[in-house]
């Protein structure tokens, strides 16, 4: 098994990418699975490092990477020390930041031809990353199959209305991360680009569009994101399929650090029916 961590690319807005890549020496041409994180999120978050080796040993190249402006830095990739990039992201930086990753896959400099088939890539989003990837997905026909893992499936109702003229007279609101205690700043610039986007950022127009498999899945005990945004999914698109996990979480057992040896049964589940789904 081969693993390079930290690679960086550019994005179209001067910020770094940093991308995890792996795969086995087996002389396979295997699928390329890449990951979009969610919101709030980083690529080496809890077990994401141990789901990427899970994947690589059952025969996928595997690609994980933070958005470009997800807060965190080359320097410091885990958590959140450039609060002002995060404060200026937006959906439209998060669908060029996957469609520019995916350039690097299919451009595939790094890996050796024998050991890739950049013909099949397929996508996996966890929670924002899975409405990114809905979108994305509908977009992008390098795309060839879909997993979300407890995604949303509205980006526009996420803005709270009943702060929108408080928000946009201070310029800025904030949102607390739970385990950091970080004040985390959320620019006026984030309402502007998704109501300017706001057909384009419809996942349901982008669910509609899907020609290709989708599977869905989400645990019934989701706090983030209620486990109905699911079903609104697999009723916009007939190619879904829907897979719901009893009392899961939003994270399927998962935490941050994660210091288990092995997987929590729900996130066994996750990966069980991802990788069956794939095959």
């Known amino acids: 098994m081969r693993i390079s961590l930290n690679n960086i690319i550019q994005s179209k807005y001067n910020k770094p990418i940093l991308l995890d890549y792996g795969f086995k020496n087996n002389g396979l ?48 990739p885990i958590d959140f020390p450039d609060l002002e990039a995060f404060g200026n992201n937006n959906y439209t930086k998060e ?8 350039d690097w896959i299919e451009d595939n400099e790094h890996i050796p031809a024998e050991e890739i088939n ?51 007279e201070q310029g800025v609101i904030y949102v607390e991360n739970a385990r950091t205690k970080q004040q985390m700043p959320m620019y006026y610039q984030f309402v502007e680009d998704t109501l300017n986007n706001k057909e384009r950022l419809t996942i349901e127009n982008a669910a509609r569009k899907i020609d290709f498999p989708h599977l869905i899945i989400h645990g019934t005990n989701d706090k983030a994101v209620d486990v109905t945004e699911a079903h609104n999914l697999a009723k916009w698109n007939s190619n879904a399929e829907l897979f719901i996990i009893e009392d899961a979480d939003h994270v ?5 650090p994660f210091i288990e040896s092995g997987f929590p049964a729900d996130v066994k589940l996750v990966l069980e029916k991802t990788i069956q789904f794939f095959k």
């Open 118 to 168: 950049t013909e099949e890539i397929y996508l996996i989003g966890h929670s924002r990353g899975g409405g990114i990837s809905v979108i994305s997905a509908s977009e992008d026909k390098r795309i060839k199959k879909l997993v979300t893992w407890a995604a949303v499936a509205d980006l526009i109702n996420r803005i709270p209305e009943s702060q929108l003229e408080f928000w946009k």
């Open 29 to 76: 041409k295997k699928p390329v699975i890449l990951f979009a994180h969610g919101f709030k999120g980083f690529k080496d978050w809890g077990h994401f490092n141990k789901v990427m080796e899970h994947f690589i040993e059952n025969d996928f190249v595997f690609v994980k990477f933070n958005f470009s402006h997800n807060g965190g830095t080359v320097e410091q």
């Open 252 to 256: 399927f057992g998962a935490s941050h």
């Open 95 to 102: 669908l060029d930041d996957l469609r520019t990753v995916t």
